[in-house]
């Protein structure tokens, strides 16, 4: 009964290539977000979506897109990728946009080679 | 800017003695304080969480924390530390009359056996 999900959990693929990390949640819950955690710990928040609809996009490049089929599911698309990108990111929803607690996926290592 | 700061990199404490991990901000308005645990290769787990009324809010695993509105602090504390406290943690704000989540840089606590 996982509550945030996140797939694949490792992933590592070389530079320059497309790849797509999905995250699925079972609590209902009408936000989602992605956080990029880098290699000295520090969280950063990079999109968030409610209902399906964008609503936080921070200082992030093009090359990544949030695509949210239905407000159980926010996926990360990235284009092009560069070493730069290795990180952990994690996937986490809320009840609501007034983000009152969070909550996490188990995170997906990204090593681009 | 809003900012969350952490001022230890680490904490360590002998188990049994109390611990206490800090936790300051500058933000707009009338912030909401969070924090964060996160257990190695693991995802963020809530812990605790301060929106309004009593400064001090208990939490999970025998966690507490005090909101003190003129130090702007919110630190983490546990009467006890056990060695399975030893984590990663994490302090967050949502400033007033905003939605986006700035985490602290987080702090790692190394309970001595």
């Known amino acids: 009964d996982t509550a945030v999900s996140q797939t694949p959990k490792y992933l590592v693929t070389q530079m320059g290539n497309d790849k797509s990390i999905k995250c699925e949640q079972n609590l209902g819950h009408d936000t989602m977000y992605w956080y990029k955690q880098d290699s000295k710990k520090f969280l950063k928040i990079m999109f968030s979506y409610n209902n399906k609809e964008l609503i936080i996009n921070e200082t992030v490049p093009n090359r990544f897109s949030p695509k949210s089929p239905d407000k159980a599911h926010l996926n990360l698309h990235i284009n092009s990728l560069e070493l730069g990108d290795s990180a952990v990111y994690f996937c986490a929803s809320s009840t609501s946009t007034v983000t009152y607690e969070q909550y996490f996926g188990p995170g997906t290592r990204l090593t681009v080679t | 800017a809003q900012s969350v700061a952490q001022p230890e990199d680490q904490v360590n404490v002998a188990e049994g003695n109390p611990l206490t991990v800090k936790c300051t901000y500058s933000?707009?308005?009338?912030?909401?304080l969070f924090w964060y645990v996160q257990y190695p290769n693991r995802g963020l787990q809530f812990l605790l969480k301060?929106?309004?009324?009593?400064?001090l809010v208990k939490g999970s695993y025998g966690f507490e924390a005090e909101f003190n509105k003129s130090q702007t602090s919110f630190h983490l504390k546990k009467p006890s530390a056990l060695v399975s406290d030893s984590a990663l943690y994490f302090c967050a704000v949502i400033p007033g009359g905003d939605d986006k989540i700035i985490f602290g840089k987080g702090t790692r606590l190394h309970i001595l056996p």
């Open positions: 301060y929106i309004t009324g009593d400064n």
């Open positions: 933000v707009s308005g009338n912030p909401y």
